[in-house]
């Protein structure tokens, strides 16, 4: 007996009316993308390793799928690395290529490969698979796709503000009320590192600190001890653990904890700048919210760290997220060129959208009426019809075979579709079609005129 196929843990498929509500997210976001003024791009779903490896830390690195070379790829492995069976040193051998790990690598490649054909500042947006060897769990997939929008080749801060305005506005577009938008600084976060002595374990302080949400004060504690950070440090960013109060008195807490700090206080007044910008700007169903914990993509993030929380009482990680990096292109040779970036996660928003019961009714299109096929002369007959309601923008369909009429009637009962039409030797002498609506039973008989009007 043959075994039973399946697909790889962490991939999915998806069913039609899952494609159809995945295509409805992705057709939301992208209309936003572009009456934000982005334009889109598209790159290999595979990369030259070089490309990825060390972008992302080394958690990130051992998360990227490699691919082995093709032909004979071991025979570039000495006996003596083969007998030493070290994996990371023999991929370089057997492995020069990778599956993309994110768009924002990606992309930076791409400016640096084109710089001479782009107009600065470009504004781009990319909807594409991404891939992570990551443990698959609710909301974490092995394949999924990122929805990205940057902008490179400016430092202005009206680009943050622009890119809260997007997020406000895909969310407002989904249905999603009581969004937060949480954002900090990665210039706050080096400035708490040097106020308290820890700028040597900066990565690993805000790596702890990050994870207040999940292992509370306490744990955050014992973490930072055992990266190193001494306790003295750690006593004097308590205040951190419990840094309630508005968006006002956040700012002045830090400005008093950050005095000594030139770099900390630039990114105080830079929070302060998009936070001021927002409140004149006001956005429409979603709250900013300034949160001095969050700590994400510190490898390559130089200023503003975004992070959007699914609403209240949804159980589900960060549904976006992003910030600026002043040199990323710098990686791959190209010095001095900003950007800022957001990402949306489609997989988390879709369970986020199904969890709430927020997908409109009509998101899958889906056939209007289908025609009983009595043979080949009445198939004929009716495919000039649907040929004629197509053009009209209604969806229609014959059925293929000329099976029993029981069969063909459970068929349109199975896939809900509203009308079945009939178009026997009588309905085509007097040229008309008998309807038949499936929800009343009800039947009539009427000419192709006014069948368009009825499934229109």
């Known amino acids: 007996m043959a075994q039973k196929p399946s697909i790889p843990k962490g991939t999915r498929d998806f069913s039609p009316i899952e494609v159809a509500k995945r295509s409805y997210i992705m057709k939301t976001i992208k209309e936003q993308f572009q009456l934000f003024g982005f334009h889109p791009i598209e790159t290999p779903s595979f990369e030259n390793s070089d490309t990825l490896m060390g972008k992302y830390g080394e958690e990130g690195d051992r998360l990227i799928f490699k691919i082995l070379n093709s032909g004979d790829f071991l025979s570039k492995v000495d006996d003596a690395l083969y007998t030493a069976k070290e994996s990371v040193k023999m991929t370089s051998k057997i492995s020069e290529k990778a ?63 622009d890119f809260i305005q997007l997020y406000d506005k895909v969310f407002s577009k989904l249905g999603l009320e ?49 990266k190193g950070v001494s306790e003295s440090a750690i006593d004097k960013v308590k205040p951190l653990f419990n840094f309630g109060g508005t968006t006002s008195d956040k700012i002045s807490k830090l400005k008093e904890l950050l005095a000594s ?51 209240e009482g949804v159980k589900m990680g960060s549904i976006g997220g992003g910030g600026r990096y002043d040199d990323l292109t710098g990686i791959f040779g190209l010095k001095d060129v900003s950007g800022v970036g957001v990402s949306f996660g489609l997989d988390r928003i879709y369970l986020v959208l199904e969890e709430l019961e927020l997908f409109p009714e009509t998101v899958a299109p889906s056939t209007k009426a289908l025609f009983i096929n009595f043979g080949d002369k009445e198939a004929l007959y009716c495919l000039k019809a649907i040929q004629e309601l197509r053009g ?56 192709l005129k006014e069948l368009k009007a009825l499934l229109q």
């Open 178 to 226: 009581g969004i937060t938008i949480k954002m900090n600084n990665r210039k706050i976060l080096s400035g708490i590192a040097e106020v308290i002595g820890a700028s040597d374990k900066l990565i690993d302080f805000t790596v702890a600190l990050d994870k207040l949400d999940k292992i509370g004060e306490e744990g955050v504690k014992k973490e930072m001890l055992a």
């Open 392 to 447: 009209n923008g209604i969806i229609a369909e014959l059925y293929p075979d000329s099976a029993k009429m029981n069969k063909q009637m459970k068929y349109a009962n199975k896939r809900a579709i509203p009308f079945v039409i009939l178009a026997g030797a009588s309905e085509i002498e007097d040229n008309g079609f008998t309807v038949k609506n499936m929800e009343t039973g009800t039947q009539e008989t009427i000419n």
């Open 261 to 311: 700090s030139e770099e900390g206080m630039k990114g105080v007044e830079e929070l302060e700048f998009i936070i001021n910008s927002i409140n004149e700007i006001p956005l429409d169903k979603s709250s900013l919210d300034l949160d001095v914990t969050l700590a994400r993509g510190l490898n390559y993030y130089t200023g503003a760290i975004f992070e959007v929380s699914a609403p």
């Open 99 to 161: 599956l993309r790990y994110d768009l924002t690598v990606p992309f930076a490649r791409y400016v640096v490969q084109h710089q001479n054909e782009i107009d600065f500042p470009f504004k781009r947006y990319q909807i594409q698979p991404v891939w992570r060897a990551d443990r698959p769990q609710k909301g974490r997939f092995r394949e999924f796709y990122q929805c990205d929008a940057d902008v490179v080749g400016s430092k202005s801060l009206w680009q943050e503000v």
